[in-house]
Structure formats: C-alpha cells, structure tokens
C-alpha cells in the first residue's frame, strides 16, 4: 500500500525559503507510470495545485507560483521535494503531497488526479 | 487557466437523503475530471476520476456523471460519515491541474 508523508519545518520567516520533503513508501518513485506533486489548503480554505514532478525530472509548475518553485526528486532516498522562495503570510497552509496519476496515452501516462494524499504538513509564515 | 465553480457552497441533507453536487467548467474538460472528498484534519481522498469511474474502495453509493463544462457528483444515501467538503478538479488543460472552491454537505 503506497503511503507518503510530508515533513520539514513547521515555521518558516518571512522572506525565507520554505522546504518539504515528501517520503513515498510502498512503491518506487521511479516508476515511469506516476508522477508526483505538491498541493497546499490554506487555513479554511480550498486546494491549490503547486507543482508536479516525474523521476524523469520533468516538472510542471503553477504559473502564479513559478518564479519561486522548485520540485525535485531524489531517486535514491525514494523521496521528492518541495521549496518556495520568499514566503509571505500568503504562504501559511497546510502542504501535502500526493502520487499524481492519470490515463496512459500512446503509451505515456497525462497526470490527472491526485491518488493518494500524504496527511499534509502545516507551514505557518510568521516572524 | 480553466476555473472550475462548484455549487452549492453548503448543502444541508438529512442522513439517508440523496446529495446533488454541481461542478462547472469555464470551457470544456471533457470528461478528465474528479471529485474528493475531505473531512475536517483529514487529505482529500479520491473518489471519482474520469467523471464517472470509482476509485478503489468507494461505496456504490457515490457516483458522478456528465462531460463538457458540466458534472454531477451524487451521494444517493447519505451515511453519517459522508458529511465532508467535496471538491471537483480538472486535468483536460495543465498546467495547472485546477480546483473547484468546494462544497460542504452537512447535516440538516
């Protein structure tokens, strides 16, 4: 059964760059049939999508987030990784991982939905 | 960048009721669309992909339809533990892969 599980620092400061790292047990990262992303739910609020990475290190990103994402895998430690650079208040959620798979076209799979979560890490932005 | 509106924003069912959840798109996504569902300190858990298709494990109860800009998720007998929020996410046009605004079904 696939489970993965965020961790990183709980508190980052403004200004700063905030770093996640998701750990995926229970299968391999490296598998070509599954990509991997990033999604955050500020406080009482709804989902957005941050970034999305394979182990062929393509990478997608949120274009209202892009100049200061950067999703990375680490092939070798199973694990892939989040940073956000010069963190505002706005960046205070809840950030959580998830395999992002989909349907398989000519032979290559289009990421689609997001199967399953990891329980999600709480970042708070503050000084 | 497709935004996906749900409504209603609140849906008040009594328990064994059936729920009707909308979801629109401001241009089509075909049928490359899901639903979740999230309970409160709780991810979202996939329910439906491809519109219509259960994921693994879901109850028969929950099923989702249409294609284009306009989808249904129904609950046919709400359970005491299906009382969530519910989202719908798009993945015709990425990036982004896109969320509706979510819609919160309670007890009445």
């Known amino acids: 059964q696939l ?19 998701c750990t995926v047990s229970g ?17 009482g609020k709804g989902l957005e999508w941050i970034g999305t990475t394979h182990s062929s290190e393509t990478t997608y990103y ?33 950030y ?15 990421p689609g939905w997001f199967d399953p979560w990891g329980q999600g890490a709480l970042v708070t932005v503050s000084s | 960048e497709i935004v ?27 049928s490359y669309l899901a639903w979740y569902q999230q309970k409160p300190g ?16 879901i109850p028969a109860r929950f099923s989702g339809s249409g294609s284009g ?3 249904t998720l129904t609950i046919s007998s ?7 929020v519910y989202y719908c996410q798009q993945y015709n046009n990425w990036p982004p892969w896109t969320f509706g605004q979510g819609t919160k079904v309670e007890i009445k």
């Not at chain 2, 709400?78 to 969530?84: I, K, M, P, T, V």
Request: aromatic share 8%; with cysteine.
């Open chain 1, 3 to 21: 489970q993965l599980q965020e961790s990183g620092p709980g508190l980052v400061k403004p200004s700063e760059t905030l770093s996640l790292t």
């Open chain 1, 27 to 43: 299968g391999s990262i490296s598998s070509r049939s599954y990509y991997w992303g990033w999604i955050r739910q500020p406080p």
């Open chain 1, 62 to 94: 949120n274009p209202s987030l892009k100049s200061r994402v950067t999703v990375s895998v680490d092939k070798s430690k199973n694990q892939f990784s989040l940073r956000l650079s010069s963190v505002t208040a706005a960046d205070t959620a809840v």
């Open chain 1, 96 to 110: 959580y991982c998830a395999r992002h798979g989909g349907n398989f076209m000519i032979g290559v799979v289009m």
């Open chain 2, 4 to 30: 996906m509106t749900q409504s209603p924003a609140t849906l008040s069912v009594s328990p064994g009721e059936r729920a009707t959840l909308s979801c629109r798109a401001s241009q089509s996504v075909s």
């Open chain 2, 42 to 57: 709780q991810p979202p858990r996939l329910l439906i992909y491809d519109a219509s298709t259960r994921a693994t494990g």
């Open chain 2, 69 to 71: 800009t306009e989808f």
């Open chain 2, 78 to 84: 709400l359970q005491s533990e299906d009382f969530a």
